[in-house]
Every structure is written in C-alpha cells, then in structure tokens.
C-alpha cells in the first residue's frame, strides 16, 4: 500500500479539496451544500493561511484522499474545520485521519495555539468517537469562545488542551 503523505495546501490543490468534502456531505449525509455555500472553499490562503491558521491536504499516490483545515481565532485558540476523509481510504489500516489530525494538532501546539475547538453535525457519529478517541472533549455550545466560526449545521462541539 502507498504512504500517506500530509501535504500543506496549495493552489493546485482546490479541486481535489473540493471533490473530497462535497460527495462526503452531499450523498453520504445527505446535506443539501454546494462549494458556493462554502466561501472558505474558494478562498483557501485567504481564510485558513492566515496568523497561526492553514490548511492541509492528505495525498496518496498524489491523489487527495482528505483534508483538514486550523482556523485561528485569536487569543492562542483555534478551530479544526473542514476534516474530510474520502470513504475509500477511511479506517484505521490506512490511517489517514490519524495523520491528518496528530499533523494539525502538532502544528497548532508549535506555533503556540492553546485550545482547538470544532463543531460537527450530529450525523457524522463515527467523527465523534474518532474525536474523543483522541482527546477532544464534548462541550456545550454556550462554553465556545465568542470569536468560534459556528455552522449552521453543527450541534456538537468539542475542545482539546494543547498543554
């Protein structure tokens, strides 16, 4: 089986970002959003590549099979946003989500981020466990930081220590 390589995204990576996320939440959860109801999508650099924020693409063979993306929100806390990993490649003998999350919260904690916070749908119930399994917590919605980019969508939310 071919690595997995954790890439930090690029220009050329948009489309294979989008063809990655848009399936995932369109036909496997059934949620009705198109990249235009996702201004991030378009604006990557602008949005994620900004103070301690970035975004980062798994590849395999070159194809990209998930993404993940750190979104600063100031005061030493973050969000984790857009993780998606392609149903292909999902489970632990690939290990992509592993990569894709140990990657991003290695990098938050070196560039001094204190706390990650994510909201997700109650639907995606496999990413809760995933998340819990690996040290994020559940919390109330009214525990967020104020400056949290909450979603329409997300009903759980979650907080890991970066100490």
Same mark, same amino acid.
């Given at each position: 089986?071919?690595?997995? %390589?954790?890439?930090?995204?690029?220009? /050329? !990576? @948009?489309?294979? @970002?989008? #063809?990655?996320?848009? =399936?995932?939440?369109?036909?496997?959860?059934?949620?009705?959003?198109? *990249?235009? #109801? &996702?201004?991030?999508?378009?604006?990557?650099?602008?949005?994620? &590549?900004?103070?301690?924020? !970035?975004?980062?693409?798994?590849?395999? #063979?070159? %194809?990209?099979? /998930?993404?993940?993306?750190?979104? #600063?929100? /100031?005061?030493?806390?973050?969000?984790?946003?857009?993780?998606?990993? *392609?149903?292909?490649? $999902?489970?632990?003998?690939?290990? @992509? *989500?592993?990569?894709?999350? &140990?990657?991003?919260?290695?990098?938050?904690?070196?560039?001094?981020?204190?706390? %990650?916070?994510?909201?997700?749908?109650?639907?995606?119930?496999?990413?809760?466990?995933?998340?819990?399994?690996? /040290?994020?917590?559940?919390?109330?919605?009214?525990?967020? =930081?104020?400056?949290?980019?909450?979603?329409?969508?997300?009903?759980?939310?979650? $907080?890991?220590?970066?100490?």
């Amino acid at each position: 089986m071919s690595e997995v %390589v954790i890439c930090r995204f690029t220009e /050329g !990576d @948009v489309q294979g @970002v989008i #063809d990655v996320i848009l =399936p995932i939440q369109r036909e496997e959860f059934e949620i009705p959003i198109s *990249a235009a #109801d &996702q201004p991030d999508l378009s604006d990557i650099p602008g949005f994620y &590549q900004v103070g301690s924020g !970035d975004f980062w693409v798994a590849k395999i #063979d070159g %194809v990209i099979v /998930g993404t993940i993306g750190l979104k #600063d929100i /100031g005061e030493g806390q973050a969000a984790l946003r857009k993780m998606f990993v *392609a149903e292909a490649w $999902r489970g632990r003998e690939f290990g @992509v *989500a592993t990569a894709l999350l &140990q990657g991003l919260l290695a990098e938050a904690k070196g560039r001094g981020i204190g706390e %990650v916070y994510l909201g997700t749908t109650a639907k995606f119930l496999a990413a809760h466990r995933f998340y819990e399994k690996n /040290g994020f917590s559940e919390i109330g919605e009214n525990a967020l =930081p104020e400056r949290f980019p909450r979603m329409a969508v997300d009903t759980k939310f979650y $907080r890991i220590a970066l100490a």
